[in-house]
């Protein structure tokens, strides 16, 4: 089992920045892929970014440019750097993590999320 838990969110002027971070905990040298997903109030949960255990990012296009993953496997902590924040980013922003075996996905974990408001 992996534990994850998100913290960092908050209010936030549009134009500023914030940093998100996940803690995981448990069995951590299961993990392969993190990431961050955000869900706005009313809509579906989309991917923002993910790294893989090696170091592969992608990041989503309406945030690119934008919003930085990164991730300290020796801390096991995923980050977000989100600066030039947009009211439009305003979301709850979940920390999500697998566990692949020869690609295929075995286990997928949620934290429960942190609250990023951005004030116009």
């Known amino acids: 089992q992996v534990q994850l838990v998100e913290s960092g969110g908050g209010l936030v002027q549009a134009g500023g920045s914030l940093r998100l971070s996940c803690a995981a905990s448990?069995?951590?040298?299961?993990?392969?892929?993190m990431a961050w997903y955000r869900q706005a109030p009313g809509m579906s949960r989309e991917l923002v970014a993910s790294?893989?255990?090696?170091?592969?990012?992608y990041v989503a296009d309406s945030v690119k440019g934008r919003f930085t993953i990164s991730r300290d496997n020796n801390k096991n902590t995923l980050f977000l750097q989100m600066n030039s924040l947009k009211p439009e980013d305003a979301a709850v922003y979940y920390c999500y993590a697998d566990h692949k075996s020869y690609g295929v996905l075995v286990r997928d974990y949620w934290g429960k999320g942190t609250l990023v408001t951005v004030s116009s």
């Open positions: 790294i893989s255990s090696v170091g592969s990012t």
């Open positions: 448990g069995s951590t040298s299961l993990i392969d892929e």
